[in-house]
C-alpha cells in the first residue's frame, strides 16, 4: 500500500489519469490514515455521554441499559428511550414531558428524597461512568452535564455535583443513601436552584486531576440539610422529592489543541474529512468558516461540530473555532484539488527561515524560493494562542525583517498568509 502512494507521488500529475475507483480508493484510504492517527487520543474521556448506546434497547416501557453507566454497587439508572411516531407522542417519557437534549435517550434517578414524605428512604440514584482512559496527572479538565426536572417534582434543587475517583468507589455498599463523604470536583453554585422543566442546564466547571480518576459519578452529594430547596409543584405535596433527566456527559482537557485536520489534496468530485471525530461536548464548542470570511462573533458558522466531510470544488480553506470552558483555539486546514499544490506548499514551508533564532529586537523573514509577491501579511501569537499583532511585510532580496522589540522573552508563532489562502507558520524565541 505504501509502495502504491510512493510511487504515485514520484509521478507527474499532468500525465496520470486514474479512473473513478482509483480515486475513491485514494480518498478512501487517505480517510483511515486520518482515523489511526486520531484514534489514541482521547477526547471526550466520558463513555457513551449521551447514553446512545444501550443494552436491551427495545426493553418496554421505554428503560434500557445505557452501555458503560451502572450505579456504585448494584443496579442502573433509567434509560428512557423516545417513543416511535407519531410526532406528538416524542416527547414523552414515562410520567415526564422532556425531550432529549441531543439524540434519543436520556437517563433518569430521583436526587432528593425527604426520608419522612418518601416511600424510599432517602433513596438516591448515583449514575457511574467508566471513563475510556484514567485522566492524566496534574491535567486541568473541563466537565460539563446537562440536567432538566421531571415535570412532577415537588421539590427544586441546587446540589449538583460531578465526582471523579478510583477503585475504592467499588467498596462502597449502599450508594442509594446520600454520598456526604465524596467530596465532588465540580459543583453546581450554592444557592443556584435549577427549577425549568423544559430547557436543559449545564452544570460545568475545571478541576486539576491527580491521574487516578477512573470514574465519573453525577449527583447530589449534600445531605437533605445543606441541600438548598424551593416547592416545585405544591399540587404533589406532602411528597418532598426531585428527579432529575441526565443528557450529554463530557470531561475534555481544557488545553486540548484546535484540531482542523491536516492539509491534502483531493481530486474534483471527491471528499475529505476535517478535524475530529464527532462526540458528546467536543461537537459544539467547535465552530468551522470557509475563508475568505471575516470571523467574528456574528459570522455564522457552516457547521458546529468537531469533525465533518467537505467536497470543495476549487483550493480551500477552513478555520475551526474552539471553545472550552473560555479557552478559545484556533485551526486552519487547507484542502487542494490537486497533488500538486500541497508539493509546491511543502516546498515553501520548509524553505522558510526565521533568525536569528533566538532573536532579540530584530527578526529576518527569509525565502529562497520567489514568493515575495505571494506571501504580504504575518501574524504573531503568544504560547497561548492569542494574537499580538498583525502587519504587512515588504520583502527586499527574498528577505523581511520585523521588529521584536516589545516583544517580553518567551516562545511566540509566526504565521504568515498568502493571497490564496495559505499559511506558513513557525516557531520562535526571544531571549535578551
Known sequence: MKRLLKNYSLQNSSKVRFQSKNKRFISTFLFFILLLNTKSQVVNYVNNGSFEECINCTVQPYTAYPKYWGAIDSGYAFMYCSVAPPVSNLPYFANGYQYPRSGHKIIEGTIYCNSNTCSYQNS???????????????????VKYHVVNHNQNTIAIDAFGAYFGDESLDTIKYCRLPLTYLTPQIQNTTG????????????????????????????????????????????LLPVLATDIFFDDVSCIELNLPAF????????????????????????????????????TPTTPAIDTVAGFWVSPISTSTYVVRQEICGLVKWDTVIVYMDAVGIEKFNLIKSDLKLFPNPAQDILQIQFTVDVENEFKTIRIYNNLGQLLREEDLIFKNKTASIKTDDLRNGVYVLKLHSKSLQTVSKRFVINR
Open 260 to 295: 482542523a485536520g491536516r492539509d491534502t489534496s483531493i481530486f474534483a468530485g471527491n471528499s475529505v474529512f476535517l478535524g475530529r471525530q464527532p462526540d458528546v461536548g467536543i461537537d459544539e464548542v467547535c465552530q468551522w468558516y470557509k475563508l475568505p470570511v471575516v470571523i
Open 124 to 142: 438516591r440514584i448515583y449514575p457511574r461512568n467508566r471513563l475510556k482512559q484514567k485522566l492524566k496527572v496534574n491535567t486541568t479538565y473541563c
Open 192 to 235: 443556584n436552584i435549577i427549577n425549568d422543566t423544559l430547557g436543559w442546564t449545564a452544570i460545568t466547571g475545571t478541576f486539576i486531576a491527580n491521574g487516578n480518576e477512573k470514574y465519573m459519578v453525577i449527583g447530589n452529594f449534600r445531605s437533605n440539610a445543606f441541600t438548598n430547596t424551593i416547592i416545585a409543584n405544591p399540587a
